[in-house]
């Protein structure tokens, strides 16, 4: 008998219900799910009133729910266990835990900092933070921009003086709109 693709994800989702460890996966597992949805995604729709398309749509849900499912049990077991390899993780679940791995790093190196009284790391790490805008006085006038931040600033005038997005302020000081000694941090964050 030919195993379905929602039969074998199935069957995927278990296994690693029923292990403590992450189970290794095929990398190209979600990818996968979502090709066989592409496939059927046409026959389903939520609104038409046929059988093909009521087997086809509830197809796609069951898939999709058992995808998410999948990525969180996998996702979980990575944020308990601070020594689970991430090669062991499909590209999609890396891109997800990235941000955890240097969370945890940042974690360690302030908490280090702490118990070894290096001030200075921490001032730097607050800084970081900090220094995200600044101020900044135009020599000319200009447009408004949209910030790195999506904001929009402006349009400007001459000596006005403006909290801009540090990237944006050290463009336009590079080509002479704003001026240099002006980049400053912000006294608080925005």
């Given at each position: 008998?030919?195993?379905?693709?929602?039969?074998?994800?199935?069957?995927?989702?278990?296994?690693?219900?029923?292990?403590?460890?992450?189970?290794?996966?095929?990398?190209?597992?979600?990818?996968?799910?979502?090709?066989?949805?592409?496939?059927?995604?046409?026959?389903?729709?939520?609104?038409?009133?046929?059988?093909?398309?009521?087997?086809?749509?509830?197809?796609?849900?069951?898939?999709?729910?058992?995808?998410?499912?999948?990525?969180?049990?996998?996702?979980?077991?990575?944020?308990?266990?601070?020594?689970?390899?991430?090669?062991?993780?499909?590209?999609?679940?890396?891109?997800?835990?990235?941000?955890?791995?240097?969370?945890?790093?940042?974690?360690?190196?302030?908490?280090?900092?702490?118990?070894?009284?290096?001030?200075?790391?921490?001032?730097?790490?607050s800084n970081a933070v900090k220094?995200?805008?600044?101020?900044?006085?135009?020599?000319?006038?200009?447009?408004?921009?949209?910030?790195?931040?999506?904001?929009?600033?402006?349009?400007?005038?001459?000596?006005?003086?403006?909290?801009?997005?540090?990237?944006?302020?050290?463009?336009?000081?590079?080509?002479?709109?704003?001026?240099?000694?002006?980049?400053?941090?912000?006294?608080?964050?925005?």
């Amino acid at each position: 008998m030919i195993e379905t693709p929602a039969e074998k994800f199935y069957r995927l989702l278990e296994d690693e219900n029923a292990s403590k460890e992450l189970v290794k996966i095929p990398g190209d597992t979600y990818n996968r799910i979502a090709s066989h949805i592409k496939t059927i995604r046409s026959e389903s729709s939520e609104n038409e009133r046929n059988a093909n398309s009521a087997i086809s749509y509830a197809e796609r849900k069951i898939l999709y729910e058992m995808a998410k499912r999948l990525m969180q049990l996998r996702i979980d077991k990575f944020k308990r266990d601070p020594d689970i390899d991430p090669a062991n993780l499909t590209l999609e679940e890396r891109y997800i835990v990235e941000p955890l791995i240097v969370s945890r790093k940042r974690f360690d190196r302030v908490a280090e900092s702490i118990f070894n009284g290096h001030v200075a790391e921490l001032e730097h790490a607050s800084n970081a933070v900090k220094q995200k805008y600044v101020y900044a006085r135009f020599l000319q006038p200009y447009s408004a921009i949209t910030g790195s931040d999506m904001g929009v600033y402006g349009p400007f005038l001459p000596e006005d003086v403006a909290v801009l997005p540090i990237e944006n302020a050290k463009n336009l000081a590079k080509i002479g709109i704003i001026a240099k000694n002006w980049i400053e941090p912000e006294d608080q964050q925005r």
